[in-house]
């Protein structure tokens, strides 16, 4: 307790500082919508998203001091703006599933909308409750760091001295946009593959004697992607080249070797069907693909199941002190302990335990629409209250230890995926209404975890600060509400604008969730787990062949195995450019230490980067977001080229590499600046 005494916040307990304003509240709803849909477009195309809290601090900083607001207006406006990103993860990983899943034939109906909006809010209200019960405890806990709460709450303070780095991020977001721009203009290819056939050859196949094999390799190039290279540069060459190595296996192993074994077959069914021709270029394409869709991520997310387990069993320790912790937090919040002073004045116990009630009933009547059974939802309902409960405190320890940014929420939500869809099946619940409910709990988990976890963090920054807790809570459940009445927009224009653009292509793909562009990685492994658990659709061979071989990732010591699964999960294109993303960081690096940089200049550089490289994802997601509409309505749009050429694209590539490398390096300031707080996304 004398601990607590010592500690000073930036802004006094005693100070009486406007914080809750209408305009903080509307910059931090307008961030939290924005940030939201941009994680949203990230998420399903990259299986990843990237922390809000940095962008929503220059942001929300930005705009009230041309306002000449306060501190803890940027505070609350940041805390509001970050909440929509863990809504959009929330989402992402959970929503796209009862469509891959055949639970919503048409995933643009009034019905999917309300009842996307209601998992979305209940599970950010049951977050927040449960976070007002663990703050006090963990925030003032000095063996939990939060680093990524004291970077943003340094970057606030800096902003106070002058600088904000707010410039960074809008010129950033400038570039990504005019490239994503130029490139759906058809300025410039995309992307570039070619077909490299092997030389035709005998197999010795004991069943049918011999037969002429034929395969070969797909190449393809990064995709001209500023989001995805943005990605690469923020993770670093280090995670960047795990991920890729996932793309290596399944594009230059699997494939090929697949294709090569089933080449007769195909063969002979092309020539049945085409007497007298021989399979083109294009259909070998065509074939790698499906060999890519059907085999080769069955396989993978077989790896994601065992790599999520492992991250978890990593973990067991911190698991274990989240649990006991949130468990003796609960006892001091029922007996009322709280100070009365106004940087320590959280939601009621009375209105916490209401709003958990309200979340409990909310939760009842979601499950029981899905499984249209009283005493299944009411098993739900229990579990995906325990579940969410202790996953909220395990999140929020998990922030405080590593930031929100390396938060597992996937390997948390699996958990409760896979105890809902067992308890499905013991209560007989085996058809599409079993899977529908076991996604129903995985998704208010999900969200009720993501929401949790980017709560506290940022209650740690307002503790830093000197925030008032119930205020920042407050304006969360707002950001929440907001944020869930339009998260479900950016997912069907992405969805229906993939669909409209699949029908366009040539050749023709079937687009939406699940498609090679929107690959959602997270979402078809929970859609194909509680298929099959429940459903017994499990494509158990290939999976297991992708369990065993995570073992043999995690036996070789590879430091993230949930990466390279996720890489062979996604289009060569995807990993390719964030391999490049995480090359370009390399030589940022490499730079700084040949030029015998200080701390504070390596300080300076790395935020700097990290400023460019989110503007630039930020500014793509955006955009990308607007031609998805015109895809959505179906707006014909004209072409600047009708064949780009991919040497443009090379100028391209170029360019984002000369400016995310200048820009840093150029912004390295001098050796005798002081050096500013770490950001790390």
């Known amino acids: 307790m004398s601990e607590q005494k010592r500690f000073v916040p930036f802004v006094s307990s005693e100070t009486n500082m406007a914080e809750f304003t209408i305009r903080a509240l509307i910059i931090g709803l307008i961030m939290s919508v924005v940030l939201g849909a941009a994680n949203a477009y990230l998420g399903l195309k990259a299986g990843m ?191 960047a080249s795990l991920n890729f190595s996932g793309g290596l296996l399944a594009w230059g192993l699997f494939v090929p070797i697949i294709l090569y074994f089933l080449s007769p077959e195909l063969i002979q069914q092309y020539q049945s069907a085409n007497p007298g021709m021989n399979p083109s270029d294009h259909d070998w394409i065509i074939w790698s693909q499906m060999i890519w869709r059907y085999v080769v991520r069955p396989i993978a997310i077989g790896g994601m199941l065992v790599s999520a387990g492992y991250t978890l069993f990593r973990m067991r320790k911190s698991l274990a002190v989240g649990i006991q912790r949130s468990i003796s937090d609960v006892k001091k919040a029922a007996t009322g302990e709280h100070k009365t002073e106004r940087v320590d004045q959280d939601l009621s116990f009375k209105w916490v335990m209401i709003g958990i009630a309200f979340s409990a009933v909310m939760t009842f009547l979601i499950y029981n629409y899905f499984a249209q059974d009283i005493f299944a939802a009411l098993v739900a309902t229990l579990v995906m209250i325990i579940a969410g409960f202790f996953f909220a405190a395990v999140s929020g320890y998990l922030v405080g230890i590593i930031g929100s940014s390396n938060n597992p929420i996937s390997g948390l939500t699996l958990s409760t995926l896979i105890v809902a869809a067992l308890l499905m099946v013991a209560l007989g619940m085996t058809g599409k209404q079993g899977v529908a409910a076991v996604l129903g709990v995985a998704a208010v988990v999900c969200v009720s975890a993501a929401v949790a976890g980017e709560m506290l963090q940022d209650l740690k920054v307002g503790h830093i600060l000197g925030g008032t807790p119930w205020k920042m809570q407050v304006g969360d459940i707002l950001g929440v509400a907001v944020a869930s009445a339009v998260m479900f927009i950016p997912l069907l224009i992405l969805h229906q604008g993939d669909v409209n653009a699949g029908k366009m292509a040539t050749p023709p793909y079937e687009g939406g969730f699940g498609s090679a562009k929107l690959a959602a990685p997270q979402a078809g492994l929970m859609a194909l787990l509680s298929q099959g658990i429940v459903k017994g659709e499990m494509a158990w061979p290939l999976i297991i062949v992708g369990m065993v071989m995570g073992f043999g990732f995690i036996l070789m010591q590879v430091r993230s195995p949930m990466l390279v699964s996720v890489g062979m999960y996604l289009p060569l294109e995807t990993t390719f450019a964030i391999f490049i993303g995480g090359i370009i960081k390399g030589i940022v690096e ?92």
């Open 49 to 239: 998203t990237i922390a809000a809290t940095y962008p929503a601090a220059v942001i929300g900083m930005a705009l009230l001091k041309l306002m000449k607001g306060t501190i803890l207006e940027e505070n609350f406006a940041r805390t509001v703006g970050s909440i929509g990103e863990s809504i959009a993860a929330g989402a992402i990983f959970t929503l796209p599933a009862f469509y891959i899943a055949g639970i919503w034939v048409q995933f643009d109906t009034m019905s999917n909308y309300l009842i996307s909006t209601a998992i979305m809010f209940v599970g950010g209200v049951l977050g927040i409750m449960f976070v007002a019960l663990l703050r006090r405890v963990m925030v003032e806990d000095a063996e939990l760091p939060f680093p990524e709460s004291v970077a943003a709450s340094e970057i606030h303070k800096a902003g106070r001295a002058g600088g904000t780095g707010a410039k960074f991020l809008f010129t950033a977001m400038g570039v990504g946009a005019i490239i994503q721009s130029l490139g759906q203009l058809k300025f410039f290819a995309t992307t570039w593959e070619k077909f490299v056939g092997f030389s035709k050859s005998v197999i010795n196949l004991k069943s049918a004697g011999t037969a002429t094999a034929q395969g070969g390799v797909l190449l393809s190039s990064p995709g001209v992607s500023p989001a995805y290279i943005g990605v690469g540069y923020i993770i670093g060459p280090k995670l």
């Open 590 to 681: 490499r730079i700084s230490s040949k030029r015998k940089f200080n701390d504070a200049q390596k300080s300076r550089v790395e935020n700097t980067g990290v400023l460019v490289a989110a503007g630039l994802i930020a500014g793509e997601a955006l955009i990308g977001l607007v031609f998805a509409a015109f895809a959505f309505f179906e707006i014909q749009l004209f072409s600047i080229f009708q064949y780009p050429s991919f040497y443009i694209s090379l100028l391209v590539f170029a360019f984002i590499a000369w400016y995310l490398i200048q820009i840093p390096v150029k912004n390295a300031g001098k050796a005798d600046e002081p050096a500013p707080p770490p950001v790390s996304m």
